[in-house]
């Protein structure tokens, strides 16, 4: 469940979101095939999610221009228009650079 | 509930963690402790969590010598130290350099 990312430098994408209403209609498949997509792309590290109130999603890419590359891959963009319509109250989408980390077990 | 950061550069601590068992006990109230207490730290930006199976907290700080200090500040080691033995099955810290980002709402 936690990304085994490899030692940085790497980069993070920080999703938060507030979702208008719990669950809606679509959510969960798309979030699902989004995922299994993402996992296919140049570069792609792992990813973290977790709901309640919040919505935090972070992705892990090799480099900024995997994590770029992603954004404009064809169904993602069709699935962020419909979020961005449809599902989301609010967002934020921060990108970052990973220059340290640790952990319990390493 | 999302964090109102001001425009990068700025830097995020994403804490990824697994419980060992829901809602330990001391956790609920420890979390609500350091979420003050890291609000009254020089360079606090903000700070959003979700858990379901996995938990995600970031907090957003203005230089990584914020972020630095908050980590070494008495009361939150003591926290640390607690969650290392008695709350957590594995967790990890990512620090990184937020370098752009954007919105539903700007």
Same mark, same amino acid.
């Given at each position: 469940m936690i990304a085994d990312t490899p030692p #940085? #430098? %790497?980069t993070a994408v920080i999703f938060t979101s507030v979702q208008k209403s719990p669950n #809606? *209609? $679509?959510y969960a498949q798309a979030a699902r095939d989004m995922?299994?997509? &993402?996992?296919r792309q140049p570069g792609y590290l792992g990813f973290e999610s &977790?709901? *309640?109130s919040l $919505?935090? $999603?972070?992705s892990y890419w090799a480099t900024a221009e995997d994590a770029l590359r992603w954004k404009q891959v064809v169904e993602h963009r069709a699935v962020q228009r419909i979020g961005a319509e449809h599902? %989301? &109250?609010d967002y934020r989408v921060r990108i970052a650079t990973v220059e340290r980390d640790y952990g319990l077990q390493k």
């Open positions: #940085p #430098p %790497y #809606p *209609d $679509g995922e299994q997509l &993402a996992a &977790a709901r *309640d $919505g935090i $999603g972070v599902w %989301y &109250a």
